[in-house]
């Protein structure tokens, strides 16, 4: 039976966002997908023993989300708060997701919130003022433009966040104890999943592949070995064959590492 799985601090995370808490300043994190962000910012909100608030923004996202909607019961007209400002009145920790995936009108409201009076006026509420608790804390994170659906963010927006963490892939070393909080066994074969995975990752870098395989996919290959596949097979499932969505050339260049890597 494997232990519970931790967030691995290799970059002294923990540290910026404990001082950026302390100084009442909020956090945007940038780095590519995979990396461990979200694990990062609930473990820290587990640590500080502060209730968390998340949402994962896209292009459905509306304001409604953040601020609320009226509701009709019984023919009484209320008001439903959203989790913007569910986590302003109570104080929690706000984690918005992948905010520079959002609409405009949806980053207007969010200005309007997180700037230094950390209010905000409900015209969904009749002109209600909404002012956050002391201790309101809020994280963001963004993916990097070359990532589908994202955008980039208004200046103004950005200098809401004036501490910024940058979250990259993790050395090898520090990658394979990631890894093998999820698998028992197969050390050989999962350090050649993660050479291989940082082999794909630098070409997607330069533009010469167009995905970068996560370690969600590293451990989803570390997973799959225990269960008993063969090393070539699961490198094929969980790295190459999602190329093949960019065609057979794609897939095949791939695939050809993966043959000088671990054999045909």
Do not use: C
Request: proline share 3%; no cysteine; charged share 25%.
């Amino acid at each position: 039976m494997l232990a519970e799985s931790l967030y691995i601090d290799w970059n002294n995370s923990f540290e910026v966002l404990e001082k950026a808490y302390a100084a009442d300043l909020f956090v945007l994190i940038i780095g590519p997908k995979g990396t461990g962000k979200t694990t990062l910012v609930r473990e820290f909100a587990a640590k500080k023993g502060i209730k968390l608030e998340s949402i994962n923004f896209s292009l459905r996202t509306r304001e409604s989300h953040l601020v609320g909607a009226k509701t009709m019961d019984n023919g009484a007209i209320g008001f439903e708060q959203g989790i913007l400002v569910k986590s302003m009145k109570e104080g929690n920790m706000l984690y918005l997701d992948e905010i520079n995936s959002a609409e405009a009108d949806v980053l207007l409201r969010l200005d309007e919130a997180l700037d230094d009076r950390r209010q905000i006026v409900l015209k969904e509420s009749g002109g209600e003022l909404i002012k956050a608790t002391k201790g309101w804390f809020v994280v963001a994170t963004i993916n990097p433009l070359s990532h589908v659906g994202t955008k980039e963010l208004p200046p103004q927006l950005l200098s809401r966040f004036p501490i910024r963490l940058r979250l990259e892939y993790p050395p090898e070393d520090i990658e394979f104890q990631i890894v093998k909080q999820y698998a028992s066994s197969h050390d050989k074969e999962i350090l050649q999943g993660i050479k291989l995975a940082n082999i794909l990752r630098q070409a997607a870098a330069v533009e010469e592949l167009y995905y970068s395989p996560s370690l969600r996919e590293t451990i989803a290959f570390a997973k799959i070995l225990d269960s008993g596949m063969k090393t070539r097979l699961a490198a094929e499932i969980v790295f190459a064959n999602i190329y093949l969505q960019w065609g057979s050339i794609e897939f095949q260049k791939v695939n050809d590492i993966i043959t000088s890597m671990f054999g045909s």
